[in-house]
């Protein structure tokens, strides 16, 4: 069975900035891809960002690009995000997800406050 825990949230003011972490108990060179997802009180699950295993390329929502920077430490099997310049819009639980041959994996989430 994969875990993924998430960690790094909490209450930071506009402008500010967080490093969101989700540490896989398996290799995560098992995996595909790695993502992030924000979900807003209300409001559907979101895609934030994406890290391809095998290319290392990424891929970002226009609502966060130039602001967010996903990246990875495969030797700690984590994955993390950057987060700079938030915006109350910001505010949402982040999700870790992980997609492999043996299905997709998410974490519990991490909640993140934008607010003064």
Request: aromatic letters at 10%; a neutral charge.
């Amino acid at each position: 069975q994969v875990h993924l825990v998430e960690s790094g949230g909490g209450l930071v003011p506009p402008g500010g900035s967080l490093r969101l972490s989700c540490t896989v108990s398996v290799s995560i060179w098992t995996m595909r891809a790695l993502r992030w997802f924000r979900q807003a009180p209300g409001q559907e699950r979101d895609y934030v960002a994406r890290i391809a295993m095998f290319s290392a390329s990424t891929d970002y929502a226009d609502s966060v690009k130039g602001r967010f920077t996903i990246s990875r430490d495969d030797a700690k099997n984590t994955v993390y995000l950057q987060m700079n310049n938030l915006k109350p819009e910001d505010t949402a639980v982040y999700y870790c997800h992980a997609d492999s041959s043996d299905g997709e994996f998410w974490g519990q989430g991490t909640q993140v406050t934008v607010s003064s």
